[in-house]
């Protein structure tokens, strides 16, 4: 398969994800990887169909690497920012070190007799770099010059060869899109071959390498791990067993969306009820990274007994653990840019981690290749239900992280019912599938209001409402007063023991979503 696919070659862009996502959106399977892995693969005498190099923080006068290997191909290539310095070098042309920096939304404008795509003569896009090419190879044609006269885009045609100073991948690139399209279909006459169904394909030739064996999943019920099952119960049926861990902290939305799944599609999906040790555990405890271990720890003690307890009484042994790993995720792990650098930890997410050494499973994680975008379309073209494939996230903590400090039942309540309220009401504003993730928060702070005719002394719920596509950055969502006031409305009315409802305005960075 590699070889039929667009490499996408990372020099450290922040913006190399979004290069892969554009091109995937436009019809070509691409993968990203590092200029090693390229090197390894090509050593090995593997080809990719297309070439892209992204953009990085080197300079060309610093970076003394040989990466000749890649333009001795002559396979059609695109550079973008660094990779079309390093291009426009390796062909004979001139880099230099530029007296002014561009960066930010530039004017570029098409040069007398030059087109691409259906740009207009003049387009705003996102630059940003220092260095710039000053002296075009030969038998290159400068298509684009920024306003400040650099050259912004060169072609060699015969060659289907292409540079941009400027990220056509980044959303501020007007016509960005269209530009990557005709580098790909004009310039380098590539077909667009890429789509949900060749990505099932791919997904389901993965869950058959694990043939006759027995494989387990923990199931959440989120769109990731639904679609990563059902994927693998088309291929292996009854050999899929999935567990779903009831720790107390879910939402009423959640115990119904599990019991939906268990009657309506054909996994083999069981509850095992941990609401009980889950409390017992957390009892006592306020610190949120202290209750983020002992909630991930206890998941892997409750799931891990379970699943012995299943493998004596069916005289099975599992030899998977089938996860709905997502393609940002692997990269994250695998990327030299990330991996080996000095990250503080801000919390310790809780999923599975630990599980497949502790149980010595392998690991089947069909999405490994995809964007939750992807995934969301091979969802679709499963048969699951839209609002099966369009859930907002929800963290494996749950509410444990919702309840600001020591948890107890009175306060899960009033997450739970706040939380409701809020689901509720943006399904009926038709406001879901409009933002991100929308959740309730109990601070843990008492204030004094008026109910009836009475003093009241109760405790705040805010409602945090992000807009995002990654989680890694996100927005406040501007949500309508009208809106606001009347689920504020309704909860301090309804639920018990809150007397005032505050609106999170805050976005990631610098806050997180979640509140621990
Ligand atoms: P933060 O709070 O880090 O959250 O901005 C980013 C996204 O991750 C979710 N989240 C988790 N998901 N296990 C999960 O599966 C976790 O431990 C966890 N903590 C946060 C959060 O809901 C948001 O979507």
Redesign the pocket.
Known sequence: MIDRQIWIIDFGSQYTQLITRKTRELGHSSVIMTVEESRDLINQGHKPECIVLSGGPQSVFEDKEDYSFVFELNLPLLGICYGMQLMGQYFGGKVEKGVIGEYGHTKVKLKDGQSIANCPPEISVWMSHFDHVSVVPQGFEIVMESHNKLVATIVNKSKKLMGLQFHPEVEHSEHGKDILKHFYSVIAGLKEDWDAGEMLKEANELVKSVGKDYVLCAFSGGVDSLVAATIAHHVIGKNLHCFFVDNGLLRPQDYGHIQVLKNQTDLNIEIIDAKEIFYKNLSGIDDPEQK?KIIGRTFIEVFETKVHEYERDHAIKFTYLLQGTLYPDVIESTSPHKKGGKSVT??????VGGLPERMNLKLLEPLRFLFKDEGRTIGMELGLKHEWVYRH?????GIG?RVLGELFPDSIRKVQESDQILFEELLEMNLYESVA?AFTVLLPVKTVGVKGDGRAYEEVICLRVVSTSD?MT?TWSDLSYAFLSKVSNRITNEVRGITRVVYDITS?PPG???WE
């Open positions: 983020r801000i919390k310790s997410h809780h999923n996230p929800f963290p494996g903590p992280v993730q989680f996100a990631k997180t979503i979640e």
